[in-house]
């Protein structure tokens, strides 16, 4: 006997979340260059790969996934998926800067797949700001989360 799968809290959509910030190290920057193979006379080392977006926007919701898991319940059972990613680059990302960010839970769904499982998914959207210009954004990105509910 299976038990039902609660359904997603609908007071998650609109939910913000702490936030954070982020510094994009030279160092860091390096590594990050060298494990993908960046060029390394991008901007004489000034502007940072574009996967800090990615990066920022992990660390920038401000809850971890695993708190992220417990927002939508979780099961042991359960799957988590990395469903879709967009970004939304208003202006590159700099070495030596610290981005700030709001976080929120912009939309949840359910539904049913082919083979008859239940598919969750959260959508959070992350949006990124130099703290050297507070008040303009230099990006967001948006991330689904998805959440293939197992059997008991």
Not at 26 to 34: F, G, L, P, V
Not at 79 to 84: I, N, R
Request: aromatic share 4%.
């Amino acid at each position: 006997m299976t038990a039902a799968v609660k359904e997603l809290d609908p007071g998650l959509v609109g939910r913000q979340l702490p936030g954070d910030t982020t510094t994009i190290s030279r160092h860091q920057s390096a590594i990050t260059d060298h494990a993908l193979h960046a060029a390394a006379d991008r901007d004489a080392g000034e502007s940072a790969h574009s996967i800090w977006f990615l990066i920022i926007a992990l660390r920038g919701m401000g809850i971890s996934v695993d708190e992220l898991c417990a927002l939508a319940d979780k099961r042991d059972t359960d799957t988590l998926l990395f469903g879709t990613c967009g970004i939304d680059q208003i202006q590159p990302l700099a070495v030596g800067h610290t981005y700030r960010t709001t976080a929120s839970i912009d939309n949840i769904d359910r539904r049913t797949t082919r083979d008859g499982s239940i598919l969750d998914s959260l959508t959070v959207t992350v949006t990124l700001f130099d703290t050297t210009a507070p008040t303009d954004p230099v990006g967001a990105v948006t991330s689904v989360y998805l959440f293939k509910r197992g059997q008991n």
